[in-house]
C-alpha cells in the first residue's frame, strides 16, 4: 500500500521533503487528517517552497474545517506556481464553504482557464454562478462540464436539468433529467426531476412510473412519495 511504502521511504530518508509529503496524502486519503497535516509540515520544514505539499495541507485543513488556513495555504502555493490550476480550483472551494459566490466564480473560473479539459472547474463555476444568479453563464459552463469525460456526467446534466425546470423550460429539462439518466439510471434525484417534468406536462401515468423508481430506489424519499401522491391524483390525459 502507499501507506507501507511512504513510511518506508521515510523511515529510510527521514531529512528528504518528498517522501514525508507522498506519505501526508496517504494518510489524508485513509482519513487520517491529524497525522496527514503533521508529515506535510514536516515535508514543508524540510523544503519550505513546495507547492504539491502545499496544496495537500490545505486539503487536510479544508477537511478538518481550518478555512482561513486552508486559504493560506493554497494561496502560498499559487504564489510559489501562478498557474498552479488545483491548487487555484481549491481556493474555490473553500471560497464555497464560506458560500462567498463571487469569490468561488472567480477562482473556479481562473481554474478552468488554467485547465479546460477539468470538468469540476465548469461544474463548480456554474454552480457559484448559479447561486449568483447570472443563470445563462451557469448553464454555459454547466454545459462544457458535460462535454468532457467525467465521474460526475450524471450531476452535470442533473443540475441543467434543475436550471431548465426553474425557467419553466421543460422539453429542455426533460433533456437533461433524461441525459442524466442515460449516464446513471440510478440517479434518484434526475427521476424525481423527470417526473415532475412529466407532471407539468399532463402525463401523469409517466410521473407515476417515475416516482416509484424513485421510492424503490430510495424508500424513504419523502419528495418521491409527494409526486407519487400528486401524479396518483391527476387525471390520465396527455400520453399519460
Same mark, same amino acid.
Given at each position: 500500500?502507499?501507506?507501507?511504502?511512504?513510511?518506508?521511504?521515510?523511515?529510510?530518508?527521514?531529512?528528504?521533503?518528498?517522501?514525508h509529503?507522498?506519505?501526508?496524502?496517504?494518510?489524508?486519503?485513509?482519513?487520517?487528517?491529524?497525522?496527514?497535516?503533521?508529515?506535510?509540515?514536516k515535508?514543508?520544514?524540510?523544503?519550505?517552497?513546495?507547492?504539491?505539499?502545499?496544496?495537500? /495541507?490545505?486539503?487536510?485543513?479544508?477537511e478538518?474545517?481550518?478555512?482561513d488556513?486552508?486559504? %493560506?495555504?493554497?494561496?502560498?502555493?499559487?504564489?510559489?506556481?501562478p498557474?498552479? %490550476?488545483?491548487?487555484? +480550483?481549491?481556493?474555490?472551494?473553500?471560497?464555497?464553504?464560506?458560500?462567498?459566490?463571487?469569490?468561488? %466564480?472567480?477562482? +473556479?473560473?481562473?481554474?478552468?482557464?488554467? #485547465?479546460?479539459?477539468?470538468?469540476?472547474?465548469?461544474? #463548480?463555476?456554474?454552480?457559484?454562478?448559479?447561486? /449568483?444568479?447570472?443563470?445563462?453563464?451557469?448553464?454555459?459552463?454547466?454545459?462544457?462540464?458535460?462535454?468532457?469525460?467525467?465521474?460526475?456526467?450524471?450531476?452535470?446534466?442533473?443540475?441543467?436539468?434543475?436550471?431548465y425546470?426553474?425557467?419553466?423550460? /421543460?422539453?429542455?429539462?426533460?433533456?437533461?433529467?433524461?441525459?442524466?439518466?442515460?449516464v446513471?439510471?440510478?440517479?434518484?434525484?434526475?427521476?424525481? *426531476?423527470?417526473?415532475?417534468?412529466?407532471?407539468?406536462?399532463?402525463?401523469?401515468?409517466?410521473? #407515476? #412510473?417515475?416516482?416509484?423508481?424513485?421510492?424503490?430506489?430510495?424508500?424513504?424519499?419523502a419528495?418521491? %412519495?409527494d409526486?407519487?401522491?400528486?401524479?396518483?391524483?391527476?387525471?390520465?390525459s396527455?400520453? *399519460?
Amino acid at each position: 500500500s502507499d501507506l507501507a511504502l511512504w513510511g518506508d521511504a521515510v523511515r529510510k530518508d527521514p531529512a528528504v521533503a518528498r517522501p514525508h509529503a507522498n506519505l501526508g496524502v496517504a494518510l489524508l486519503r485513509a482519513g487520517r487528517l491529524d497525522e496527514a497535516g503533521a508529515e506535510l509540515r514536516k515535508a514543508l520544514r524540510l523544503r519550505p517552497e513546495y507547492p504539491e505539499a502545499l496544496d495537500n /495541507l490545505g486539503d487536510v485543513l479544508l477537511e478538518q474545517g481550518a478555512l482561513d488556513e486552508a486559504a %493560506a495555504s493554497y494561496r502560498e502555493a499559487v504564489r510559489l506556481r501562478p498557474a498552479y %490550476a488545483e491548487a487555484v +480550483f481549491n481556493l474555490g472551494r473553500v471560497a464555497l464553504r464560506r458560500r462567498d459566490w463571487a469569490a468561488a %466564480a472567480a477562482a +473556479f473560473e481562473a481554474a478552468a482557464r488554467l #485547465d479546460p479539459r477539468n470538468p469540476l472547474a465548469h461544474h #463548480d463555476l456554474a454552480y457559484a454562478l448559479t447561486a /449568483l444568479g447570472r443563470t445563462d453563464e451557469a448553464i454555459a459552463s454547466y454545459e462544457r462540464a458535460a462535454a468532457l469525460p467525467s465521474p460526475s456526467a450524471d450531476e452535470h446534466r442533473y443540475n441543467l436539468g434543475n436550471i431548465y425546470a426553474r425557467r419553466g423550460d /421543460l422539453a429542455q429539462a426533460r433533456r437533461w433529467y433524461a441525459d442524466a439518466l442515460r449516464v446513471n439510471p440510478g440517479h434518484v434525484d434526475a427521476l424525481i *426531476g423527470l417526473g415532475g417534468v412529466a407532471l407539468a406536462e399532463g402525463r401523469a401515468g409517466e410521473a #407515476d #412510473d417515475l416516482y416509484r423508481r424513485a421510492l424503490r430506489l430510495r424508500p424513504g424519499s419523502a419528495e418521491a %412519495a409527494d409526486g407519487l401522491r400528486r401524479a396518483l391524483a391527476a387525471p390520465r390525459s396527455g400520453g *399519460g
